[in-house]
Nanobody, 127 residues
Framework: QAQLVESGGGLVQAGDSLRLSCAASGLTFSSYHMGWFRQAPGKEREFVGSITWSASRIYYADSVKGRFTISRDNAKSTVFLQMNSLKPEDTAVYYC????????????????????WGQGTQVTVSS
């Protein structure tokens, strides 16, 4: 059974950095595209970024482009989200998601295209 577990969230000040990790188990990680999403209180879940199974293509939301970096280590079945220059508006629960590359030719940016999700990790950025 596929399982995704996020970690690395916390409370930081504006301008600080955090590195989120998402460890996958129960699936062949290198066969999956991965996505990062976030959801702030009272708001819909929004796309942060995604990475193809081989890391050949990486996509970012405009709101995080230049500040956030997605990477993956297929040998460790882990995807990372490096977040720099954090802003209070980055405060949200961050989720990782997975979709089999046989189902999608590219890493989706829509949450509805990901069947597997982690439980989320809270990121709070104080001003």
């Amino acid at each position: 059974q596929a399982q995704l577990v996020e970690s690395g969230g916390g409370l930081v000040q504006a301008g600080d950095s955090l590195r989120l990790s998402c460890a996958a188990s129960g699936l062949t990680f290198s066969s999956y595209h991965m996505g990062w999403f976030r959801q702030a209180p009272g708001k819909e879940r929004e796309f942060v970024g995604s990475i193809t199974w081989s890391a050949s293509r990486i996509y970012y939301a405009d709101s995080v482009k230049g500040r956030f970096t997605i990477s993956r280590d297929n040998a460790k079945s882990t995807v990372f989200l490096q977040m720099n220059s954090l802003k209070p508006e980055d405060t949200a629960v961050y989720y990782c998601a997975a979709v089999r590359r046989s189902q999608r030719s590219d890493a989706p940016i829509s949450a509805t295209e990901y069947p597997y999700w982690g439980q989320g990790t809270q990121v709070t950025v104080s001003s």
